[in-house]
């Protein structure tokens, strides 16, 4: 059976790759706490500090508070190590819809950018044309 410490330490680290895999990083311990207590429902919210020991490997949540980070984070509990498969695959679709729009607020920017452009031509041959005619 593995250790105490080795038990938190793998918590830490599945804790840390839920956070990873949900927003591209590891947030601080104000951040945790906040966006736990905005999701525990029923269940008694935590300090920043408690979250603080989480992320540090220096404690383990209990059962229900570990039911919620389950929930919100795709945690596997069984594994105590990695997010669930189907967590990632669940985040990977989401960031790819995130991607594609993206890429259309993208092409739409510089649609908008080009037919501006293309007004802005039309205005200067038309001045050009204005000045070639005074001469």
Not at 56 to 62: A, C, K, N, V
Not at 76 to 85: E, F, H, K, Y
């Given at each position: ?54 992320l ?7 059962l ?25 695959e ?11 729009k ?15 452009l ?11 044309q ?6």
């Open positions: 059976m593995p250790s105490k410490q080795a038990l938190r330490d793998s918590f830490a680290l599945a804790l840390a790759n839920g956070l990873l895999l949900r927003y591209q990083e590891v947030p601080s311990a104000a951040f945790l706490a906040k966006e736990f207590n905005v999701r525990s429902g029923d269940v008694e919210s935590i300090t920043q500090e408690s979250a603080r020991r989480w540090r490997g220096l404690t383990i949540p209990e229900d508070k570990l039911l919620v980070l389950r929930s919100w984070l795709d945690l596997d509990l069984n594994a105590l190590g990695m997010p669930s498969t189907e967590g990632i669940k985040r990977n679709i989401e960031l790819s819809r995130v991607d594609i993206k890429q259309e607020v993208f092409i739409e920017t510089t649609q908008s950018i080009k037919e501006s293309q007004a802005l031509m039309i205005e200067v041959e038309r001045l050009e204005r000045l070639g005619q005074k001469k």
